[in-house]
């Protein structure tokens, strides 16, 4: 079963650019692959610039010839390689980005770090800010 979540970057004006995660968005995998191999503004915005994702690193591809070619290659895994359309989503405010049904965001913010929010506070008006473990993950 996936562990739904999404992604974003906090833009100038307040507005949010996000992508949809789907597997291990836990801030004990998604968070500290976030941290490590994710962790500049213009990384960050090449991941989501590439839109929904099965993973944003992994190895393994969509069967397709090309892609075939780049398995030993750690990444992102669109869902746009298997021919979907699914650009990134643009949100207005961080309530509207919060409000959507995954389980965990995660949002590179304007002081440049991550922060992730638990989405699965039943009960709770908003969100709650969980701590992403130190360490970083390798491949």
Same mark, same amino acid.
């Given at each position: 079963?996936?562990?739904?979540?999404?992604?974003?970057?906090?833009? $100038?004006?307040? !507005?949010?650019?996000? $992508?949809?995660?789907? %597997?291990? *968005?836990?801030?004990? %995998?998604?968070?500290?692959?976030?941290?490590?191999? @994710?962790?500049?503004?213009?990384?960050? !915005?090449?991941?989501?610039?590439?839109?929904?994702? /099965?993973?944003? %690193?992994?190895?393994?591809?969509? /069967?397709?010839?090309?892609?075939?070619?780049?398995?030993?290659? @750690?990444?992102?895994?669109?869902?746009?390689?298997?021919?979907?359309? /699914?650009?990134?989503?643009?949100? /207005?405010?961080?309530?509207?980005?919060?409000?959507? *049904?995954?389980? @965990?965001?995660?949002?590179?913010?304007?002081?440049?770090?991550?922060?992730?929010?638990?989405?699965?506070?039943?009960?709770?008006?908003?969100?709650?800010?969980?701590?992403?473990?130190?360490?970083?993950?390798?491949?």
């Amino acid at each position: 079963m996936a562990t739904r979540s999404r992604i974003g970057i906090e833009l $100038a004006d307040g !507005s949010i650019l996000s $992508a949809y995660h789907h %597997w291990d *968005g836990y801030p004990e %995998w998604l968070g500290r692959i976030l941290n490590t191999h @994710y962790n500049t503004k213009e990384k960050v !915005s090449e991941l989501i610039d590439g839109g929904d994702m /099965s993973s944003c %690193w992994t190895n393994e591809r969509w /069967s397709n010839d090309l892609l075939d070619r780049h398995r030993e290659e @750690y990444g992102p895994n669109y869902y746009s390689y298997r021919g979907e359309d /699914s650009p990134p989503r643009f949100d /207005s405010n961080k309530y509207d980005y919060l409000a959507d *049904g995954e389980e @965990y965001a995660y949002l590179y913010t304007l002081n440049d770090e991550w922060v992730c929010y638990n989405r699965n506070e039943f009960g709770s008006k908003y969100p709650e800010v969980v701590e992403i473990p130190s360490g970083a993950l390798a491949v």
